[in-house]
């Protein structure tokens, strides 16, 4: 596979989760913990499916300690982290926050072995930043009373973990996408205990609602993170760390069609300076050319 057929791949976790608001607003009043061990589970036996015409693929479980870990941790541990923000914290607030994580993939992509940071990724990725803040602006601004600080420090930490998990996947490059599946499980697993400790169950009311929840579980809980494993491992990590600031405008513009929101100005200026962004770090550096 060719660096560039894994980006295209990889892109299309950025596709998938700009259906995550859409598709979560559709299933009601489910709890998060509770939606979350629904959908992940749903997400795992995806890749368990695959199995019946690939058996090798059961094979991928057998993995070293510390890589259940970073399976584990940046899947159940990005997600109870955001949940946490989302509880202690204004959402807007909270998703711009947590919408650093792009970044921190540009970033973090340079402590690579063979890779280096070039301007055209950074300036990219503060223009699509940029452009989320923007997006945040537009819904009311950003509230900074003190009693939010806890939501707000689990959303930056929340950032830190999702660009370490998805940078770290690089480093573990051998390992099988087979794998997601163990750890889309295991998630699952976790978020059904902390739903039972946290939370008082809410089952669907409508056939449209256990439609969405298996629409989540098949595309943004579930296909993104197989994707995104092989744009991680073998594509172009930093043009995929910039093009994920596309997902919340993505996301926004569905929600306006579904009828869920308005169409707005701050709207159009901030798909364009996403849209910029991933352009720019679509540059290549001229070479030099000697006599």
């Known amino acids: 596979m060719t660096p560039r057929t ?11 989760w700009s259906l995550l608001a859409l598709f979560t607003a559709a299933t009601g009043r489910i709890p998060p913990f509770q939606l979350n061990a629904m959908t992940f589970l749903v997400g795992g036996l995806v890749g368990m499916v695959s199995w019946i015409a690939r058996p090798e693929g059961i094979g991928a479980l057998r993995q ?10 940046g899947l159940f ?9 989302l509880r202690w914290a204004p959402p807007a607030e909270s998703g711009l926050i947590n919408y650093l994580w792009p970044l921190l993939i ?17 300036v990219g990725a503060l223009l699509g930043f940029a452009g989320v803040v923007v997006l945040i602006a537009g819904r009311g601004g950003f509230d900074a009373r003190a009693e939010y600080l806890p939501g707000y420090l ?17 480093r573990f490059g051998q390992v099988p996408t087979d794998a997601v599946a163990g750890f ?20 669907p009311e409508t056939t449209t609602q256990w439609l969405a929840v298996l629409a989540l579980g098949l595309g943004p809980v579930g296909a993104a993170f197989y994707v ?12 995929l760390g910039v093009a994920s600031y596309a997902a919340p405008v993505l ?19 901030s798909c364009g300076l996403i849209v910029a962004g991933a352009l720019v770090a679509t540059l290549t550096p001229k070479r030099t050319v000697r006599a």
């Open 184 to 203: 889309c499980l295991m998630t699952s697993l976790l978020s059904g205990v902390c739903h039972f400790a946290f939370e008082t169950t809410v089952w």
């Open 77 to 85: 541990g990005y997600h109870a982290l955001y949940f946490a923000a």
């Open 106 to 122: 540009v970033l973090f992509s340079s402590l690579l072995p063979g890779e280096h940071l070039r301007r055209a990724h950074l």
């Open 6 to 16: 894994a980006t295209t791949i990889g892109l299309t976790a950025i596709l998938f």
């Open 251 to 269: 996301s926004t513009l569905l929600l306006v069609l579904a009828g869920y929101a308005e169409p707005t100005l701050t709207l159009a200026l």
């Open 154 to 170: 689990c959303a930056f930490v929340a950032a830190f973990v999702w660009g370490a998990y998805s940078v770290l996947s690089r």
């Open 64 to 73: 070293k300690p510390v890589v259940w870990a970073l399976g584990i941790g």
């Open 228 to 239: 995104w494993d092989i744009g991680m491992k073998r594509g172009d990590i930093r043009l």
